[in-house]
């Protein structure tokens, strides 16, 4: 079935530094993508997303960019604060919005 | 901004106890998902609803548990005979019908701990 594999963490940051997050995704048709981020102690929250091959997704500094010839949607941020410190998920769901489905998760520590 | 309400926010149970997770989707939603997070690991599907019935679920999703709309603005997770591994996060989420820009709109989550 659909699935996505994102980079595992942790992953400890200073604060300033660029940040990257790779997921990469398997679908049969033609899938949305999302982030989801997981402050702590809270509940899910969708950070951006994209529905179609070259979209870009952003919210917050954040950027991920939907490639459909490496599978990808890497997410970006130039310049992470302290306040980002989070769980980030990247998922898929089909195009219906339906069978959304979730990677690993990639734990964020940012450092003063 | 509408969201998704789920209760409690934790929950300690006895194993072999009954318990039920409450959820009040968003009121215009009719889609309706349980996702389950064992702590540190990844975000599992469980069940999807509409229409009053269930229309996906997933190999976790066995007889111990089902799920209900009791009335207008309730849904439910319920697990019969909980186990130690039934301790996690358990998500609820709701969506528009048909494809929809904005994603699923997760609750705060219960953490289910199962002594």
């Excluded at chain 1, 997303?49 to 490639?67: I, L, M, V």
């Excluded at chain 1, 980002?84 to 998760?105: H, K, P, T």
């Excluded at chain 2, 990844?42 to 709309?69: A, G, P």
Aim: net charge negative; glycine share 8%; hydrophobic share 30%.
């Amino acid at each position: 079935g659909d699935s996505v594999t994102q980079m595992e963490g942790p992953v400890t940051l200073s604060e300033e530094a660029f940040l990257t997050i790779n997921c990469t995704y398997t679908a049969t048709g033609y899938p949305s993508l999302f982030w989801y981020v997981q402050y702590p102690g809270e509940g899910l929250q969708l950070l951006l997303k994209a529905t179609k091959a070259d979209d870009k997704g952003s919210n917050k500094g954040f950027e991920a960019t939907y490639r459909k010839e490496t599978t990808s949607f890497h997410l970006e941020k130039g310049s992470v604060q302290v306040s980002d410190s989070a769980v980030y998920f990247c998922a898929l769901s089909d195009r219906n919005n339906n069978d959304m489905r979730f990677g690993a998760g990639t734990r964020l520590t940012v450092k003063p | 901004e509408p969201e998704v309400t789920q209760t409690p926010s934790h929950q300690v149970t006895q194993m072999g106890q009954e318990v039920i997770l409450r959820c009040v989707p968003i009121s215009n939603h009719l889609y309706f998902y349980w996702y389950r997070q064992i702590l540190g690991q990844k975000v599992e599907f469980l069940v999807s609803f509409y229409n009053n019935e269930i229309s996906e679920k997933s190999e976790i999703f066995d007889d111990q548990f089902s799920v209900e709309r009791p009335d207008g603005s309730n849904f439910t997770l319920k697990i019969r005979s909980t186990k130690l591994e039934d301790s996690a996060m358990y998500f609820c989420a709701s969506r528009e019908t048909g494809p929809s820009l904005s994603g699923y709109t997760f609750g705060s989550g219960t953490r289910l701990t199962v002594v």
